[in-house]
């Protein structure tokens, strides 16, 4: 019996040794890149969205369909597509109200030689070719149990009120939902067409200013202020009273990094011509 047990594990061993089970692999990231879109040009609301985007003449996006919706207007998404010269498009439809009619436009654009990583396009002129900003991952070390934070980022496209000239360095500083809070330099003195260069760590607080339990922090207020530390003050009606301008409802979640963009331009003598546009995504 001890010989037959034995001779059994011996086979068994050989059978195991034999019959390894591999699976075939392949490396997705080793000609291709990972793209986001986000049309920050200074159009008014009526015409900021497109209903159509297309990289390397392939539909991405599109009104009413399962892979998208308006696009940016919904969450914009990374795409991957082949390292190299990227073409991109962005239709904008015509837009008829009971007043007016906004005529519609095609943006296209090549982007010059792409390489692997993940990158964010912007579009901020219909005539120029996308600005591109890495979505570097170097974010600081965060310990899963110590820890309840997350990590911001901000770019910069803001125009003042022609819409050509640039509206100069800008800071975003945010201020907690708790009684006699700060501000909090969230990034300082970023330049037109660049990005803060690393991420700042923000750490998460709840209403009694503890740390939340749940890794999420809502009610968080963001502002951006001028190269000598004003508040921007926006134009709050059509007449031209001002007022601070701030964008409350912000949440953040433990362990997410964030990118905050801000787009559009300022207005000339009131706000039916202001396009003050603070928005972020997450790139994990």
């Given amino acids: 019996m001890k010989i037959i047990v034995a001779l059994l594990g011996g086979l068994l061993f050989i059978s195991c040794q034999k019959l390894d089970i591999t699976f075939p692999t392949t490396d997705v990231n080793a000609n291709t890149a990972e793209l986001r879109v986000l049309n920050v040009m200074p159009l008014p609301a009526t015409t900021q969205n497109s209903d159509t985007l297309l990289l390397n003449g392939i539909r991405c996006s599109m009104v009413s369909t399962a892979i998208g919706n308006y696009y940016p207007l919904s969450t914009p998404r990374y795409f991957s597509v082949p390292t ?76 003042k009120a022609d819409g050509v000239t640039p509206f100069g360095p800008i800071t975003l500083k945010a201020k ?39 890794g999420a922090e809502s009610n968080i207020t963001v502002a951006f202020f001028d190269q000598n530390g004003n508040q921007y003050q926006q134009f709050t009606n059509a007449a031209g009273t001002k007022g601070a301008y701030s964008l409350g409802s912000q949440s953040y979640a433990k362990g997410r990094v964030y990118v905050y963009y801000l787009s559009g331009k300022e207005g000339t003598t009131g706000n039916a011509d202001q396009y003050i546009r603070l928005n972020n995504y997450a790139i994990k």
């Fill in 84 to 159: 190299g010269n990227v073409s991109v498009s962005l239709n904008f439809p015509t837009i008829k109200t009971s007043t007016t009619t906004t005529p519609g436009f095609v943006y296209t654009g090549t982007i010059a030689n792409l390489q692997q990583g993940k990158w964010s396009a912007y579009i901020y002129n219909m005539s120029q070719s996308p600005f591109l900003l890495q979505d570097t991952e170097d974010v600081p070390t965060l310990d899963a149990w110590a820890d309840t934070a997350c990590f911001i980022k901000v770019a910069n496209f803001f125009y």
């Fill in 176 to 214: 907690k939902n708790i009684a006699g809070a700060d501000w909090e330099t969230v990034a300082q003195n970023v330049a037109y067409q660049t990005q803060s260069a690393t991420y700042y760590k923000y750490n998460l607080k709840n209403t009694g200013n503890a740390h939340p339990w749940s």
